[in-house]
């Protein structure tokens, strides 16, 4: 379905300048262009800094600093914007921006298991909630939300984005930033979007970070850039430019990504900040040969702001003085960021009611919406014999290194979360059980580098513990997983297995016969085969914030009966990394059985072991009746398909009701399928809903390898299913 339809919705930006062709606010740019007038080459550089929290003091702020991020005590921010705006020459407010990831205080699941939910609506609910108490404690920009596509499970920071598809992607990044800025994010609750890393990041080589990525135009085009462009079109009004490099040009150094695609074609009219030092580290890139090279290639590519490295302080002036950097483009970026400025209300309101910015935070509205979101983001991957749910009348041993465990349930991005916010898995459960005991078995203890046997659960002393706990109950839930700290930034792992003896512990619990499950917490696709062999029932609950375990509870028990799809696929070993359901084919598809064909000759398949969109539920569906309005469409037109989607089972349920289109033929091989819909229903037993989604050009094109988006005359075969692997199918002909 074209985003345009999914993104209309939204309100855009208000005040200044203005995307998709919305005429600029004239009393903005006459404000900013007043300022600027007024400003020194001196007060315009200072504009372009952006100083960390430990960067920033009084003296820095009376010279009229830009930005300041990471700062998060409200006393503080409004201190320093006192200092700015008091006694700075020109007065000009100091924006203040934080990582709000996934929750500020009140930390939801992580981006990943919220794409989880194939639900635009709990993105939009996190970013509601994480907008109003960032705003409430004096920040008004966030560097979010993070949309880097992902092929990459070793990649720590998968956990940070909506995975591997791009559309997909595109619908959460619109959600997010439609949430996040409201139609006028000067309002008290609202703050301005950064989507990052800008661009292709989520691919670095061997998923090791900060790796370099070799990338086509057209990979580029279909996968990477849909939903940054998305963001954009749904109001985000500054982005952040990132530490990779693609076919060896830097993200913060890419006149091409920066300047022609973002600002001139897409009409970002606010700015770009550059990663973390990142105009620095164009030296270690190899493009620049000294800070000021560095501040001269990333100001001419179009970074406006730079984050901790000063070069642009510092070198600015030469770089002016040896006509290596024009006026015109130093004007540029001041006007971008003071344009922002002024849309965020700054200028007429910069300070924050700093006393009232506590009883902001962690509220019930915000609290349950976390809980609800928690439970949506869950994906149930197995359900042998009917294990799930639950029987709350009878006992439960929790076992398990995070089975008790408050700090790794907020995830790699936890804001200003606190341990004590969380709920464990076991306090979850033991609110609806109560006869409800809880055994370690092991510790998982965060240990980088690793350090086994007393980290990573490496240890086995405790298993007799686990067995004798898992011998006295008659139900049993493995509480199993990665540390927050083992994803995120700088969190690569070369192999994505359950850590340390995390593997062992179900082999044993299995051995008692007892009825189990496991759970798992993670940020990232993990090596399940082993996993899968052993136990019963498999729930995976990524990182769930602040509610993580009454939300487990809740699906567990079967409260909420769980509805979520995988939105990357799990691999069965990490060999078969990169795996991705929307590859293009190859001349000799994969046959398992024949020598001469795309495979391997060690796994008895080229399938992942959960392919994307994959989930169970404790109901069954069946999904039918996959009908066109026409069987033509011509290049400008549009085609309906529709489906009937039936809850089978005996308990109501959500189904993920998904389209996929494949063009059998064209210039360039196209993916083997690529989502293009998905809505996500709630049916009663024995309940029937049609589903209908449209199809047009922005649908059935793709960019060639020259970044031009066609739409070429032919066949469209359409499927439709509960996952990428839908068989239901019908074609079209495009006309031209
Ligand atoms: C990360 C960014 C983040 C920035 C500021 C960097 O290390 O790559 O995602 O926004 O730090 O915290």
Redesign the pocket.
């Known amino acids: 379905m074209a985003l345009s339809a999914l993104v209309a919705g939204g309100a855009v930006a208000a005040g200044g300048g203005g995307h998709k062709g919305k005429p600029a606010n004239p009393g903005i740019e006459g404000k900013v262009n007043a300022l600027l007038g007024k400003m020194t080459t001196d007060e315009k550089l200072e504009q372009l800094q952006l100083e960390?929290d430990w960067q920033i003091n009084d003296s820095e702020a009376a010279k009229g600093v830009g930005g300041v991020?990471?700062l998060t005590d409200p006393q503080k921010i409004n201190h320093f914007q006192h200092v700015a705006v008091e006694q700075s020459r020109l007065h000009i407010p100091i924006l203040f921006a934080f990582?709000t990831i996934h929750g500020f205080r009140t930390i939801f699941p992580i981006p990943l298991g919220e794409a989880s939910s194939f639900d635009p609506d709990v993105a939009t609910a996190d970013d509601t909630y994480a907008a109003r108490e960032t705003a409430a404690t004096g920040l008004k920009q966030i560097?979010s939300p993070?949309v880097d596509i992902s092929h990459e499970p070793r990649w720590g920071?998968i956990s940070?984005g909506a995975g591997e598809d791009p559309y997909l992607g595109s619908v959460i990044a619109a959600a997010r930033v439609q949430a996040a800025q409201g139609s006028d994010y000067s309002a008290m609750d609202k703050v301005v979007t950064s989507p990052?890393?800008f661009a292709a990041y989520g691919q670095p080589e061997g998923g090791r970070e900060y790796n370099t990525t070799d990338m086509s135009v057209q990979r580029l085009w279909n996968l990477y850039l849909p939903p940054f462009k998305a963001a954009v079109d749904a109001g985000a009004d500054t982005a952040?430019c990132s530490?990779n490099a693609i076919n060896g040009v830097a993200g913060c150094g890419n006149p091409e990504t920066e300047t022609e695609i973002l600002k001139k074609q897409w009409g970002m009219d606010g700015f770009i900040e550059s990663?973390?030092t990142a105009v620095n580290e164009l030296i270690n890139h190899g493009v620049a040969a000294d800070g000021a090279d560095a501040a001269r290639v990333a100001l001419n590519a179009g970074t406006d702001m730079e984050?901790v490295s000063t070069n642009y302080v510092d070198s600015g002036k030469q770089l002016l003085a040896d006509h290596l950097v024009s006026m015109k483009r130093i004007d540029d970026a001041v006007r971008r960021i003071l344009r922002v400025k002024f849309r965020a209300g700054l200028f007429d309101q910069p300070y924050v009611d700093w006393q009232a910015a506590d009883s902001k935070q962690l509220l019930p509205d915000a609290v349950a919406a976390a809980r609800k979101a928690a439970g949506r983001s869950m994906v149930l991957l197995k359900n042998n014999g009917g294990t799930l749910p639950l029987d709350p009348t009878k006992s439960v041993a929790v076992i398990g290194p995070l089975g008790d465990n408050q700090h790794d349930m907020l995830g790699p991005w936890w804001g200003t979360g606190r341990d004590q916010d969380a709920v464990t898995v076991f306090d979850g459960i033991k609110a609806q059980d109560p006869n409800t005991t809880f055994t370690p078995g092991c510790e998982i203890l965060d240990k980088d580098p690793p350090d086994p046997p007393n980290d990573e659960c490496g240890s086995d002393a405790g298993f007799p513990a686990a067995v004798a706990a898992a011998q006295a109950a008659q139900q049993v839930v493995l509480a199993l997983g990665e540390t927050r700290g083992e994803s995120g930034?700088a969190e690569s792992r070369s192999d994505i297995d359950l850590p340390g003896k995390q593997q062992e512990l179900i082999d044993m619990i299995k051995a008692t016969g007892k009825p189990f499950v496991v759970v798992l917490f993670n940020g990232r696709p993990l090596t399940l085969t082993k996993v899968d062999a052993a136990a019963p029932a498999i729930l995976e609950a990524w990182f769930g914030g602040v509610q993580a375990g009454n939300a487990v509870a809740d699906v567990l028990f079967g409260a909420v009966n769980p509805g979520g799809k995988l939105p990357v696929t799990f691999p069965r070993s990490v060999g078969q990394v990169p795996i991705y359901y929307n590859h293009e084919p190859t001349g000799r598809p994969c046959d398992p059985t024949f020598k001469w064909n795309s495979r391997y000759r060690d796994i008895p398949t080229c399938a992942p072991l959960y392919p994307f969109g994959f989930g169970l539920s404790y109901t069954t569906f069946a999904i039918s009746n996959l009908t066109l309005s026409s069987q033509t469409m011509p290049s400008h037109g549009s085609v309906t398909a529709t489906v009937d989607v039936k809850n089978t089972g005996t308990r109501s349920g959500d189904e993920v009701v998904q389209l996929y289109i494949h063009d059998p033929v064209a210039t360039i091989s196209q993916p083997v399928r690529r989502l293009r819909g998905f809505q996500r229903v709630t049916l009663a037993p024995g309940e029937t809903k049609t589903v209908t989604f449209t199809l047009d050009r922005s649908d059935v094109g793709f960019y060639d390898n020259s970044g031009k988006f066609v739409v070429e005359p032919g066949a469209i075969d359409v499927y439709a299913g509960d996952s990428s692997e839908a068989t239901l199918k019908q074609s079209f002909t495009v006309t031209p």
């Open positions: 960390a991020f990471s990582d560097y993070m920071r940070e990052k890393h952040m530490f990663d973390y984050m930034e």
